[in-house]
């Protein structure tokens, strides 16, 4: 069964930027869309941007402007990333990304701190 990591999360000051990236054991991206997802503690997880396997992308409305999912060869590698740039406090969460197959897969997560 194909299995996600996550990593790139971690802490840093407001208008900062972070990488984080979605790598799997096997080659799905080129296959499945792409979603990732934060979760604010004691909230439930909500969507943050989807990449689909046709390369169309969409961002939440509080995002669109600073984070980026990268397209460029996106379907003959094993990694997606998300690009954050000028971080707020309230980005604040765990990031998740889910692979949009038939049962999803999730990552377990990485945490951004991002700090006043």
């Known amino acids: 069964q194909v299995q996600l990591v996550e990593s790139g999360g971690g802490f840093v000051q407001a208008g900062g930027s972070l990488r984080l990236s979605c790598a799997a054991s096997?080659?799905?991206?080129?296959?499945?869309?792409i979603s990732w997802y934060r979760q604010f503690p004691g909230k439930q997880r909500e969507w943050v941007a989807t990449?689909?396997?046709?390369?169309?992308?969409?961002?939440t409305d509080s995002v669109k402007g600073r984070f980026t999912i990268p397209r460029d060869n996106y379907k003959n590698t094993n990694t997606v990333y998300l690009l954050m740039n000028n971080l707020k406090v309230e980005d604040t969460a765990a990031y998740y990304c889910?692979?949009?197959?038939?049962?999803?897969?999730w990552g377990q997560g990485t945490q951004v701190t991002v700090s006043s």
């Open positions: 096997g080659s799905i991206f080129g296959i499945y869309g």
């Open positions: 990449l689909t396997n046709e390369g169309s992308r969409a961002y």
């Open positions: 889910k692979v949009l197959s038939d049962p999803p897969l």
